[in-house]
């Protein structure tokens, strides 16, 4: 199979297959910076209201990730046993699922938006306004991301990191011509400010879904995803399969996102531009962990084939070979935001308040960048060895601890005081998920001599 990650140099192979991922996550930052860089213009108000509607889409992601994850690493280590059928049933039960999650995710954003909204208590009518509208629109379609982030999964498993990527390509060339058309109503178009962004951005992940829709039904090469029926029974084996992996995933991703609302609940005490510099902060952010996390797929690809295949040497060296890789862009991101705070932070604030709490935000997180690359990378890792479940126990207990660093932090240091309550977490988790991966592969190593 083209796709056959067993075999071959494992930096070349693993290379080859992480750069079109690291560069789909990118494009996905790139999203989010254009979409961020355009609603800047209209003010801070309007920043923080799309910030709140992006939370839920933010929490969205990790109900995806049961589909995605599961469906991802069941077909890799089919793959690697060489049991295509096997992998087959996967790939159909999570696009099923997928799409049922998505819809009901959607539905639930529609029928609760008011408490949803009310819940980071805003109380400026202007970021209210821009928060419904934006959240009504991305969170009411947001059945074409749950599908395009399962089939991007599924493409990978399989060894296939091009076909997302182009489609990522095409998809943000549409996104950075629709943005500042439907927002700031350029030529013949009225303005829509935040609705513009949320009808651009849902336009780009619908044309993304359809690329990679065509790219199985006209492309001759084998796939795990041609012949697939969506209206089919999903077989309970095939769904405990997918759950028992990917729960753990979704637990740990939604929970990280509803720490950060009530975190982000705390910094709405000191202001719109406070909430306006968290959104966008996790938006420039987003540099390193979107390229860790599109490194993390590949590495979860790789390792779920080769421990598919019982090949735990290639496990290791490919995950040393990731270790040093993604360490090396976190430093460069912390050199970046510890010393170019202010140049960074103009980009995206007009406002002198806005732009200080930039600044202090950019250069406290800029400390963790390595480390947390180093832990989305790790838990990419560990998923491909089908130990979600840890990995959900770590990550749900060190990011719980922000919340209560931050109450004691935020009394004596205020904002400042919050933001290195996410930091210093960051670095913990790091840490520790590196030390938990050599632990368990020497354990799994120990466990097949004996």
């Not at 308040?353 to 390595?370: H, K, N, P, Q």
Request: a positive charge; glycine letters at 12%; aromatic letters at 10%.
């Amino acid at each position: 199979m083209e796709g056959n990650l067993t075999k071959g140099p494992i930096l070349k192979t693993l290379t080859k297959l992480a750069i079109p991922i690291m560069a789909s996550s990118f494009l996905g930052t790139l999203y989010n910076i254009t979409d961020m860089a355009w609603i800047g213009q209209l003010g801070s108000k309007a920043v923080a209201g799309v910030g709140v509607g992006g939370m839920y889409i933010w929490l969205s992601q990790g109900l995806a990730s049961m589909s995605r994850m599961g469906g991802q690493v069941q077909v890799a280590q089919y793959i690697g046993r060489g049991d295509w059928e096997e992998a087959h049933g996967y790939a159909q039960a999570a696009v099923q699922l997928s799409l049922l999650t998505g819809l009901a995710f959607s539905a639930m954003c529609v029928i609760f938006l008011h408490p949803l909204v009310g819940f980071f208590k805003l109380t400026d009518p202007e970021a209210l306004d821009a928060a419904f509208s934006y959240t009504r629109v991305a969170c009411g379609l947001l059945v074409f991301s749950f599908l395009t982030l399962t089939l991007t999964g599924l493409y990978t498993a399989q060894g296939d990191s091009k076909t997302p990527f182009v489609a990522n390509l095409i998809g943000l060339a549409i996104n950075m011509i629709l943005d500042p058309v439907l927002i700031l109503g350029l030529g013949p178009f009225p303005k829509l400010g935040a609705v513009g962004a949320a009808i651009a951005t849902v336009t780009a992940q619908f044309i993304v879904m359809g690329i990679m829709v065509l790219g199985v039904v006209f492309r001759k090469n084998e796939n795990v995803l041609k012949g697939i029926h969506l209206y089919a029974k999903i077989p309970s084996k095939y769904l405990k399969g997918i759950c028992k992996i990917g729960i753990p995933t979704a637990l740990q991703g939604m929970a990280y996102c509803a720490i950060s609302m009530v975190l982000t609940r705390m910094v709405s005490a000191y202001g719109a531009a406070a909430v306006a510099v968290q959104r966008v902060g996790g938006q420039i952010e987003s540099v390193s962990w979107n390229t860790a996390d599109g490194f993390a797929a590949a590495l979860n690809a790789f390792i779920g084939q080769n421990y598919g295949a019982g090949k735990m040497d290639r496990v290791k060296k490919g995950y040393r070979a990731s270790l040093w890789t993604v360490g090396v862009w976190g430093l460069l991101i912390t050199l970046a935001f510890v010393l170019l705070p202010g140049p960074i932070a103009k980009i995206f604030f007009y406002e002198p308040e806005a732009i200080s709490i930039a600044v202090g935000y950019l250069i406290i997180i800029g400390f963790c960048e390595g480390f947390m690359c180093e832990e989305l990378m790790t838990v990419g890792a560990l998923s491909g060895l089908g130990r979600t479940r840890l990995c959900s126990i770590i990550s749900i207990s060190f990011t719980s601890a922000r919340i209560p660093l931050a109450v004691l932090l935020g009394g004596r240091m205020g904002l400042t005081g919050i933001w290195w309550a996410f930091s210093s977490t960051s670095i913990v988790k790091g840490i520790i998920f590196v030390l938990t991966f050599f632990y368990i592969t020497r354990e799994t190593e120990n466990s097949a001599v004996r």
